[in-house]
């Protein structure tokens, strides 16, 4: 009963987001509207002649401090500026911190939709960064732990409003019906891990549990503080080659964030590190992620050495170990 709740709430927001057979063009250009300034209709109305078809991509771990939701806010932020709309779910359910990330404190949260004070479209925030944010609550047991109708009822009220181009949820760690909600929910997901042996350990359950849902999904792995773009290979090998065989699963890998101090730097300074260190070695990985989920060359840029960053980056991803 449990699998069966998760899969049919999964099964409705997908449809909202098109079903998973047809193509979204990424290079698209979309021309949204603003949804206030429509002839009043009803919500299927609205989505089917808008004609939007958002791209669902959660992005999970395992275990928690592997840092999620600095990656989901500055993937966010790089995917905007490449041109797409982008909107932010805070879907850790009960203990949200993507507006701690960004330093601004929402006025209205998840927590007064469940309550029915607000609709979903209501609480909807558009930041400077240029994304839009929908907040979750921290501190808050009933949303951390809802039940089947509410969970149900959260993703039937996606139909209210725009989501643009791209959703990026942002879930909580670990295998909870909340969080496996969600993933299933969306298009793809990308698994977060850090060289750790826990983290990777954790890594692995979470992908176990996905696949133990459905086999109709898109796993990306994503290594996050790794020393060295060797070191971020080999984690990311290591987990692949394990999933496959003892799962038979396909897992991608989809790059790896450098072990940089801005990083945390900007975490305390509640600024995204892709604006506040543009150049950095952080910034770059998040660019490159960004530009393999919208499957686009990126122009190289040379560095006073002469050779690109993104040549340095990704140079012993083709070499063998010895």
Request: charge should be neutral.
């Amino acid at each position: 009963m449990y699998r069966e709740q998760i899969v049919d709430q999964a099964a409705k927001l997908r449809k909202l987001a098109g079903e998973r057979g047809v193509v979204i063009p990424m290079d698209s250009s979309v021309k949204l509207g603003d949804l206030d300034s429509q002839v009043t209709e009803n919500s299927e109305t609205k989505v089917r002649r808008q004609g939007k078809k958002p791209r669902f991509i959660a992005i999970t771990s395992g275990k928690g401090g592997v840092g999620k939701s600095s990656l989901a806010v500055n993937l966010a932020i790089m995917l905007g500026k490449m041109g797409k709309k982008v909107t932010v779910l805070d879907a850790d359910l009960g203990l949200a911190n993507i507006n701690v990330i960004l330093g601004f404190i929402p006025k209205y949260t998840l927590q007064h939709v469940f309550k029915k004070q607000k609709t979903l479209g209501e609480i909807v925030v558009e930041i400077p960064e240029g994304i839009r944010i929908i907040a979750g609550a921290s501190g808050f047991y009933q949303l951390a732990n809802l039940s089947a109708e509410q969970r149900e009822e959260m993703i039937d009220s996606f139909q209210d409003i725009d989501m643009g181009d791209i959703v990026i949820v942002d879930t909580g760690a670990g295998v909870s019906a909340n969080v496996l909600s969600f993933i299933l929910s969306a298009h793809e997901t990308i698994v977060v891990t850090t060289p750790e042996p826990t983290a990777i350990t954790d890594a692995y359950g979470i992908i176990k549990a996905i696949v133990s849902q459905t086999s109709d999904m898109t796993i990306k792995l994503l290594v996050n503080r790794a020393a060295s773009a060797l070191e971020g290979k080999k984690v990311a090998d290591r987990v692949i080659a394990i999933a496959g065989q003892f799962l038979n699963a396909k897992v991608d890998h989809i790059g790896f964030i450098y072990d940089d101090p801005v990083v945390s730097l900007a975490v305390r300074n509640q600024k995204p590190f892709v604006l506040s260190y543009p150049k950095s070695k952080a910034s770059s990985c998040v660019r490159s992620v960004a530009a393999n989920l919208l499957n686009i060359q990126l122009e190289e840029t040379e560095d006073p050495t002469g050779e690109s960053f993104i040549q340095k980056l990704f140079g012993f991803l083709g070499r063998n170990e010895t």
